[in-house]
T-cell receptor, first 112, second 109 residues
Framework: NAGVTQTPKFQVLKTGQSMTLQCAQD?????MYWYRQDPGMGLRLIYY???????DKGEVPNGYNVSRLNKREFSLRLESAAPSQTSVYFC???????????FGQGTRLTVV | RKEVEQDPGPFNVPEGATVAFNCTYS??????FFWYRQDCRKEPKLLMS???SGNEDGRFTAQLNRASQYISLLIRDSKLSDSATYLC??????????FGSGTRLSIRP
């Protein structure tokens, strides 16, 4: 009954460090998404994947890379973290049209 | 023009009031519509789907207007616990959904 699982929940990085945020879903969904949400702001799409092996840029892709390893997993990588990437990151997945999207609990990332 | 647009608010209304939000979308081919609720520092969660014929769930009513390309959410007899951000969601293709930026609602005693 896990739904969408994100790890880690919290992370502090130094400027220039790299890290990968992990996301996995167990609902057999085709589409997966990475969003960032800054304080008091809405969700902004970083990347999404319509199916295994495909990824597309969203609204704010700069500074990020993604990998859709298989149908279950969609990871987000920060190669060289910057303070501007301090945010809450949400992973989501959705099935075919007319089905709702489910979110992970978020990763709170601080870059100092 | 953004694919999905919402009034960011905040809407500040007294307990017991009726409040309504609209959300416009640009893709006339969109077929799926939803309202999500997001509490502070939490992940968004589905509030209700929006069907062509409208949808009512207790104090919440969602409507779709295809001609004018907007969806609406009406909350009657608002409660303090309704304070949250409400996000509209529209599909832009068979495999992708788009979230609006959200409308902040604050209910005061």
């Amino acid at each position: 009954n896990a739904g969408v699982t994100q790890t880690p929940k919290f992370q502090v990085l130094k400027t220039g460090q790299s890290m990968t945020l992990q996301c996995a879903q167990d609902m057999n969904h085709n589409s997966m998404y990475w969003y960032r949400q800054d304080p008091g702001m809405g969700l902004r799409l970083i990347y999404y994947s319509a199916s295994e092996g495909t990824t597309d840029k969203g609204e704010v892709p700069n500074g990020y890379n993604v990998s859709r390893l298989n149908k279950r997993e969609f990871s987000l990588r920060l190669e060289s973290a910057a303070p501007s990437q301090t945010s809450v990151y949400f992973c989501a997945s959705s099935g075919n049209r007319h089905t709702e999207a489910f979110f992970g609990q978020g990763t709170r990332l601080t870059v100092v | 023009r953004k694919e999905v647009e919402q009034d960011p608010g905040p809407f500040n209304v007294p307990e017991g009031a009726t409040v309504a939000f609209n959300c416009t979308y640009s893709n006339s081919a969109s077929q799926s519509f939803f309202w999500y609720r997001q509490d502070c520092r939490k992940e968004p969660k589905l509030l209700m789907s929006v069907y062509s014929s409208g949808n009512e769930d207790g104090r919440f009513t969602a409507q779709l207007n295809r001609a004018s390309q907007y969806i609406s959410l009406l909350i009657r007899d608002s409660k303090l616990s309704d304070s949250a951000t409400y996000l509209c969601v529209v599909d832009s293709s068979a495999s992708k959904i788009i979230f609006g930026s959200g409308t902040r609602l604050s209910i005061r005693p």
